[in-house]
Nanobody, 113 residues
Framework: VQLQASGGGWVQAGGSMKLSCKAS????????MDWYRQAPGEQRELVSSITSGGNTNYADSVKDRFVISRDNVRRTLFLQMNNMKPEDTAVYYC????????WGRGTLVTVSS
């Protein structure tokens, strides 16, 4: 299983950014996919999940600002981040659990105030 995240970078507070995660080596459409993030000095936290059926959930801190989605044909997971805040600054990881945890390399998102 390989997960390749992209789309990170720098944005001003209030701006938007979209992350992508291309998956291979798994039956993508059958699995729940997640985005996690880890801020400097903090533990990794779950940001959002999407099931194979398209059901979603979000951390309270990003609810109503972030939107998770998936394209099962392109085997790609997305995270649209809107109205971004400095506290969203973190390394973002895509994740899938298939008998064990698989993590993408992570992409750095920096939000300046």
């Amino acid at each position: 299983v390989q997960l390749q995240a992209s789309g990170g970078g720098w944005v001003q507070a209030g701006g938007s950014m979209k992350l992508s995660c291309k998956a291979s080596g798994l039956n993508f459409g059958l699995n729940t996919m997640d985005w996690y993030r880890q801020a400097p000095g903090e533990q990794r936290e779950l940001v959002s999940s999407i099931t194979s059926g398209g059901n979603t959930n979000y951390a309270d801190s990003v609810k109503d600002r972030f939107v998770i989605s998936r394209d099962n044909v392109r085997r790609t997971l997305f995270l649209q981040m809107n109205n971004m805040k400095p506290e969203d600054t973190a390394v973002y990881y895509c994740h899938v659990y298939l008998r064990r945890d698989f993590w993408g390399r992570g992409t750095l998102v920096t939000v300046s105030s």
